[in-house]
């Protein structure tokens, strides 16, 4: 399911809504007030992922060979409003665990500035394995995502995928 990256003005007025209703109307037990909302896009917001048969064969090679968690970027296109093509597979520097993946910041950077810009700028999409677990995020690929969305501007999208050992994928286009 696609999410917003960056709230509207008609998002933020419908949030400012909400949100003086439940000042209005709440209690606390405890002396604490929470607020959580979460943002969809609204009307037909489906989004249509393509992936090549050579990225969706790497892909496939990454999740079933490994015997630890990998992780790799993907090159994708945006055909239209709502569809995306992931072209190819390219897998960074990192360090693998069987629970977790780890990059070296600057291994990492250097591998990225030996892109031709095209190249660079189609890197929208990153995708992992959870080996032998589910396909649910981690507080670590929340915070990882998180560090990834910051960086994008209006307009921009990014895919985020987990995929694991049974072939299950959890995929979200942002």
């Not at 630890?68 to 992931?86: L, M, Q, S, Y």
């Not at 069987?98 to 031709?116: C, H, M, N, P, R």
């Amino acid at each position: 399911m696609p999410r917003p990256i960056i709230l509207t003005e008609t998002m933020k007025q419908k949030a400012r809504e909400e949100f003086n209703e439940v000042l209005d109307n709440t209690k606390m037990s405890d002396g604490k007030f929470r607020y959580d909302r979460n943002f969809e896009y609204e009307g037909n917001s489906s989004v249509t992922v393509w992936i090549t048969p050579e990225a969706y064969n790497k892909m496939y090679a990454l999740v079933t060979e490994f015997e630890d968690e990998v992780a790799w970027h993907g090159t994708v296109t945006r055909d239209g409003k709502n569809e995306f093509t992931i072209e190819d597979v390219l897998i960074y520097p990192q360090e693998v665990t069987g629970s977790t993946v780890i990059t070296d910041q600057k291994a990492y950077a250097e591998w990225l500035y030996e892109f031709d810009s095209e190249t660079f700028n189609k890197i929208r999409m990153q995708g992992h394995s959870h080996v032998n677990m589910g396909v649910t995020p981690s507080g670590v690929d929340n915070t990882h995502r998180q560090g990834i969305l910051d960086q994008l501007e209006e307009g921009m999208f990014y895919i985020f995928m987990i995929w694991n050992k049974a072939l299950r994928v959890h995929t979200i286009d942002i």
